[in-house]
């Protein structure tokens, strides 16, 4: 998914804003992290509490600044879990409800609701693009006008990566604070050579979201999110959850910080995030919880049919490997990785200052979600890497 390379650029560009701009953490009361959860909560009484409980410390005791984790299978049910602060700077501890931006797990919620269209008979899968955007919108965009649907959602149209492009991290050193707008972070795909021919293989690309939550809003003409929230957020209770273009920085978000030298002293990057707001790539707010009762539902087909699910996990395998990860297979909105557990189904997420991921072991029929207030340097050793995710399943699992 070529994250590496992404955050490396994402990382020098903050590091230079923050030189100057990063704002000063103000003190806030504990009331300001109220959470409004409603869900009744029985971990105390998990029979891995203690042993789920020691891993969260254990990850925040490694320098992170705060960890929320969830656990889920027929046995045991729920179990949530927090560890760390939800503020460092006014001493906060989280709450295992509290809300954390969850990044690009949006993505599978996208494509759920792409194939809730298909089920419609709104959209068919296999569309191009052009069926439902306008040349002038998909202008300048190699590969736009004879990609399809399907090929957005498991990223094999070879469409350009928006985050990639050099110039697009000049522009936000200037304003990270900036809250863009759709048209404007397509700017940066127009006119970029193609990864490849769609079809030829497949590259992780914000762009193939984008342009999916501009076929969600023209299909249903209303905003791509209120769809979300119509078709998943309230059938599934998802009472956390929501979609930051209403309220970009909710006032009781955790605060997410920034690893910037690598030596876990941490900068507040809280409203650094501003590309994420408005688009469907990225813009989730939720919390492990709900993201578990997501994903779970999904998994389990008591959101999209059988027949759907399937075209969901209609793999395909990268032409080359990333050798520091899993193997991984794409399919719709989801990865499949290769794990000494069994094969497991996930998608991850990254905003500034924040990661999330949710994975679904098929085996041990165990969902696992957990979210992170911080990323990039050393945090990222211990909360989403190869390593990092093993010592979490091995402990989960075992």
Known sequence: MSKNSIQSIIVFTIFFLCLNSCQKDEILSAETFEVNSSFADSSNNHVNNLEFQNL????????????????????????????????????????????????????????????????????NLDDRITDYLTDYEIRGLENASTATIRQLLNHSSG??????????????????????IPEELMGYARGQKAYFKPGEDVEYSNTNYILLGMIISKIENKPFYEVFEEKIFIPLGLNSTQFA????????????????????????????????????????????????????????????????????????APNEEDPDFFPIAYGLG????????????????????????????????????????GNYGKIDDFTSTKEAMENIFEVVLN
């Open 245 to 316: 273009s209403q309220n970009p920085v909710p006032d009781n978000i955790i605060r997410g910080y920034a690893d910037l030298y690598s030596n876990l002293n941490v900068i507040n990057v809280t409203y650094n995030s501003g590309w994420d707001y408005y688009t469907a790539d990225g813009g989730l707010i939720s919390n492990p919880y709900d993201l578990n009762t997501f994903f779970t539902a999904l998994i389990k087909g008591e959101i999209v049919s059988s027949s759907s699910l399937n075209e969901m996990m209609d793999w395909i």
């Open 159 to 180: 469409i350009y990566n928006y985050i990639r492009n050099l110039q697009f991290q000049t522009a936000s050193l200037n304003d990270l604070v900036k809250e863009w």
């Open 334 to 373: 989801i990865f499949k990785m290769e794990t000494q557990w069994g094969d497991a189904y996930f998608h991850s997420g990254d905003a500034i200052g924040y990661y999330a991921n949710m994975v679904y072991f098929p085996d041990q029929e165990t969902t696992i979600c957990w979210a992170v207030n």
């Open 56 to 123: 969260l410390d254990e990850i925040k005791n490694s320098g992170v600044p705060g960890i929320l984790m969830s656990v889920q299978d027929p046995t045991n049910g729920m179990w949530v879990g927090a560890s760390g602060k939800a503020d460092l700077k006014s001493n906060i501890d989280l709450k295992t409800g509290s809300i954390t931006r969850v990044g690009s797990t949006v993505k599978t919620f996208t494509a759920t609701t792409i194939l809730l269209l298909n089920e419609e008979g709104k959209l």
